[in-house]
């Protein structure tokens, strides 16, 4: 059944935010990738309907969101080629990183660096989501956090988990920043396999 409400809280930067039914009830957690496309943006103070949906913690999330007054939207067949979904992109490169190692251009303990730190991203982003759709902001965990362990090799969990959690899909200088530590990250990896560099840290660490 789907409720009318107002939203009381919402986050711009970060597209979130959260709705009070009509009459009282409880808060639910309000994402601005629930808005059909092309809506305009969501704002403190309006009002919407939404159909609440209690995740496996018991947590409610609002679906199918629409502006009050506003229609559903009739689908219509795009033109445009469907990108691939973040996850797809970042279990593919893992895949393609275990492909490297198997013909000899990356050593396998860079291939574990990128397995292990994909797990811990995936791993901080999920913390992230659940922190900010509880409301917990002293639990959030800060933006150049994410980014650090992405630079580190942790962008393809991370890829993963943004689609699967859609988190941290909005925010235009998150993903701008997300792009630049992908781009440093495989040009420093790069570097390391073609110089040698790498082949000799690992001797080094051998000893």
Not at 172 to 184: I, L, P, Q
Request: aromatic share 10%; hydrophobic share 45%.
């Amino acid at each position: 059944m789907r409720f009318a409400g107002r939203i009381t809280e919402w986050n711009d930067d970060k597209g979130f935010g959260f709705v009070v039914p009509n009459g009282g009830g409880t808060r639910t957690f309000v994402h601005i990738s629930q808005f059909p496309p092309g809506a305009r943006r969501p704002a403190a103070g309006d009002l919407i309907s939404y159909l609440p949906v209690v995740d496996e913690r018991g947590r409610s999330n609002a679906q199918q969101i629409r502006h009050a007054g506003a229609r559903a939207a009739v689908a219509r067949p795009s033109s445009r080629q469907p990108r691939m979904p973040r996850a797809a992109l970042g279990a593919g490169s893992l895949v393609i990183g275990v492909v490297a190692w198997a013909t000899g251009f990356l050593p396998l303990a860079l291939l574990a660096v990128y397995f292990g730190m994909s797990l811990v991203s995936y791993l901080m982003y999920w913390a992230d989501k659940s922190a900010a759709q509880e409301g917990r902001s002293r639990s959030r965990t800060p933006e150049s956090h994410l980014h650090l362990v992405d630079l580190l090799g942790g962008w393809p969990g991370a890829l993963i988990a943004r689609q699967q959690f859609r988190h941290k899909t909005v925010k235009h200088t998150f993903k701008f920043a997300f792009r630049v530590t992908v781009a440093v990250n495989l040009g420093g990896c790069v570097w390391l396999v073609k110089s040698g560099v790498a082949a000799e840290l690992l001797r080094l660490l051998a000893r």
